[in-house]
């Protein structure tokens, strides 16, 4: 039997990929929910998908119990709320990142797994969907570049104002900026290292240009450094991607070990070769540029199964939490000073 899903919540255009991806991984959409805080985003999801039914009423899909999964890209703050209600519902759920925005959601959405046996799960896009960060596991894995040293990630992102929703420009709605944006690198971190652990090291927000932004306080700048027993990982994110680049950002990735290190070039190569998921190997017998670009990842296939199995294969209910707890840490240092 087809497993079959419900979009609600399509505050984000990271909902486009969420969909797609179930889509492409075999699940059916048995309609979404056309109620948003962004125009834009319901315009272009109209325009990606229209034969998906469109449903004004909400409970038709929360109702609907042969509906197992229910995707959600709402506002950041909502999503753990949501969350909470599809379970109880009888529904696991995925989440765009981030999932969890407060110490008091993660507690709630924690016992709310605990009471229903669902699974709440949050699509880290930067390593579900990159090819790249796939290859350079593998590499790392099978000893390429020797014992893992240390790993640094760049999220820089372009701002896009004239687009941005309200919500987008206050913490509290949207989480902080190591909370939106840095959750990503430490999935990738405690993924690559394989642990659930990390020290949080160091950890900074600020609000650099403040005339760039229609509020004063906005987070355009954020940094932390986190270490377990295996590595140290170095991590910065802003908003700062200037409008002549052919991307909304230069994501990269480098990764250091006892004997080489993997740059991962994830948007794009400056100047360079087309498209994004770059991979640069160096060691001690050669330098090598793996194109990863069209490789299959196969994380949202191993969801899949995992929502079939009742497996974890994709991600531990363990590991997104640990992703969300330590996001939630940084962010507390942070603002402690």
Known sequence: MTQRFAVIGIDHRHVYELTQYLIDAGLE??????????????????????????VAERERL???????????????????????????????VLA?????????????????VAETRRKFTVAFGDRWASPASARARELVQAGAIGRLVSTTGMSPHRMNRQTRPDWFWDARTNGSILVDIGCHQIDSFLHLTGREEAEIVHAAIRSVAPERTPVADFQDWGEMILRNDVCTATMQMHWFTPDGLADWGDGRAFIWGTEGFIELRKNLDLLGRDGGQHLFLTN??????????????????????????????????SHCFAVCRLALEAEERALAG
């Open 284 to 317: 001690n017998a050669k330098t090598e540029y793996i194109a990863c670009a069209g490789q299959k990842v196969g994380t949202f296939r191993a969801f899949a199964a995992d929502l079939r199995d009742r497996t974890e294969t994709a991600m531990t209910q």
């Open 96 to 112: 765009d990142k981030p999932g969890i925005t407060t110490r008091a959601d993660l507690a709630a959405v924690q016992a709310a």
């Open 62 to 92: 929360m109702d609907d119990q042969g509906i197992g999964l229910v995707v959600t890209a709402a506002i950041p703050s909502e999503r753990a709320a949501l969350a909470i209600e599809a379970m109880r519902r009888g529904k696991d």
């Open 29 to 54: 959409c048995a309609g979404w929910w056309n109620v948003t805080t962004n125009p834009h985003v319901l315009e272009g999801f109209r325009r990606r998908f229209p034969h998906l039914p469109e």
